[in-house]
């Protein structure tokens, strides 16, 4: 209440409301959103380029820090190493591929070595003439060029692979950030179909039975590529794709199998991957990659040799 004999109109009252203000701790300043680099998907990039980048991990390479984080590093991050030449089954494997997903780049981009005695100075003079005209393309043996193309022929006229393989798009590079740890993140699906939502995974195997290439699929990771890869493609598109697999047979008759990640399987996988990037995240963080636990640890016989009974 303002008093009459107050010259300057103010009150005892709105003093001390005005000092109360002053005494309290000021409001803090909103912190700014953290800002990612926004998702990218690539059409194109080489093959070793995609590898070599050391700003993003892959599955393949996040997969190296359940054995240790020194592994990761010395297979991903070390600035001296070198891509290995590919084995002939992944040269085989990339071969498959392409004839199953790209088959004019199949048809364009590799020729058949000819059955040349390299052994001979007569062999080795028409195999460099044979490199020579080759002008670039993947050069491959007669029997891989006929494991790919019986294997192609009969993944893509099967019921789903006419369905599924004809119309899409092959090898994109897909990056994103992962919202939790702030890492950037990549990865490689092998076929996008435009008119359905899957992503697609090719595997070559040796028995594509369901129990037998269920054990294999375990055994290598699959479930947490197919989590992995699930998540990515929601980050990085908004989008929700399922996760099948194609587990091909290299062997006469060239039998095929396809499968779909289950619900049990994406979540057994994505609890995995998510505590591999945490991993990942806090030796990148630190740039510190450690090895096997330091301490010494006592060594034991494994059970099944304690069990003589």
Same mark, same amino acid.
């Given at each position: #209440?303002?008093?009459?004999?107050?010259?300057?109109?103010?009150?005892?009252?709105?003093?001390?409301?005005?000092?109360?203000?002053?005494?309290?701790?000021?409001?803090?300043?909103?912190?700014?959103? *953290?800002?990612?680099?926004?998702?990218?998907?690539?059409?194109?990039?080489?093959?070793?380029?995609?590898?070599?980048?050391?700003?993003?991990?892959?599955?393949?390479?996040?997969?190296?820090?359940?054995?240790?984080?020194?592994?990761?590093?010395?297979?991903?991050?070390?600035? /001296?190493?070198?891509?290995?030449?590919?084995?002939?089954?992944?040269?085989?494997?990339?071969?498959? $591929?392409?004839?199953?997903?790209?088959?004019?780049?199949?048809?364009?981009?590799?020729?058949?070595?000819?059955?040349?005695?390299?052994? =001979?100075?007569?062999?080795?003079?028409?195999?460099?003439?044979?490199?020579?005209?080759?002008?670039?393309?993947? =050069?491959?043996?007669?029997?891989? $060029? /006929?494991?790919?193309?019986?294997?192609?022929?009969?993944?893509? =006229?099967?019921? *789903?692979?006419? #369905?599924?393989?004809?119309?899409?798009?092959?090898? &994109?590079?897909?990056?994103? =950030?992962?919202?939790?740890?702030?890492?950037?993140?990549? #990865?490689?699906?092998?076929?996008?179909?435009?008119? $359905?939502?899957?992503?697609?995974?090719?595997?070559?195997?040796?028995?594509?039975?369901?129990?037998?290439?269920?054990?294999?699929?375990?055994?290598?990771?699959?479930?947490? !590529?197919?989590?992995?890869?699930?998540?990515?493609?929601?980050?990085? !598109?908004?989008?929700?794709?399922?996760?099948?697999?194609?587990?091909?047979?290299?062997?006469?008759?060239?039998?095929?199998?396809?499968?779909?990640?289950?619900?049990? &399987?994406?979540?057994?996988?994505?609890?995995?991957?998510?505590? *591999?990037?945490?991993?990942?995240?806090?030796? *990148?963080?630190?740039?510190?990659?450690?090895?096997?636990?330091?301490?010494?640890?006592?060594?034991?016989?494994?059970?099944?040799? #304690?069990?003589?009974?």
């Amino acid at each position: #209440m303002i008093s009459e004999n107050d010259p300057l109109g103010v009150s005892l009252d709105d003093l001390d409301a005005e000092i109360d203000a002053l005494c309290e701790p000021p409001m803090p300043t909103p912190a700014a959103p *953290l800002e990612f680099e926004p998702p990218a998907i690539v059409d194109g990039l080489e093959n070793e380029r995609y590898h070599a980048d050391t700003d993003s991990v892959g599955v393949g390479g996040l997969r190296l820090v359940a054995k240790s984080p020194l592994h990761h590093w010395y297979a991903c991050r070390r600035e /001296e190493r070198e891509l290995a030449d590919p084995t002939p089954a992944q040269r085989l494997g990339t071969a498959i $591929h392409a004839a199953i997903l790209e088959p004019d780049r199949f048809a364009s981009s590799y020729c058949v070595s000819p059955q040349i005695d390299r052994r =001979t100075k007569d062999g080795k003079l028409a195999y460099t003439a044979f490199l020579n005209s080759a002008l670039g393309r993947e =050069t491959i043996s007669t029997r891989d $060029h /006929e494991i790919a193309s019986a294997v192609a022929k009969e993944v893509r =006229t099967s019921e *789903l692979g006419q #369905m599924l393989l004809h119309d899409g798009r092959a090898e &994109l590079s897909v990056y994103w =950030t992962d919202r939790a740890t702030g890492v950037r993140c990549r #990865m490689r699906p092998d076929f996008v179909p435009n008119a $359905h939502p899957v992503l697609i995974d090719i595997k070559s195997c040796a028995d594509a039975d369901d129990r037998q290439f269920g054990v294999a699929a375990w055994r290598n990771g699959y479930h947490v !590529t197919a989590a992995w890869y699930v998540d990515g493609w929601r980050a990085a !598109t908004g989008e929700k794709r399922d996760y099948y697999f194609v587990a091909l047979e290299k062997e006469p008759p060239y039998a095929s199998a396809w499968f779909y990640a289950s619900d049990d &399987l994406l979540e057994a996988g994505r609890t995995e991957y998510r505590r *591999l990037l945490k991993i990942y995240a806090e030796c *990148l963080a630190a740039d510190s990659w450690p090895g096997y636990y330091a301490q010494l640890q006592e060594l034991n016989p494994p059970a099944w040799a #304690m069990d003589k009974d």
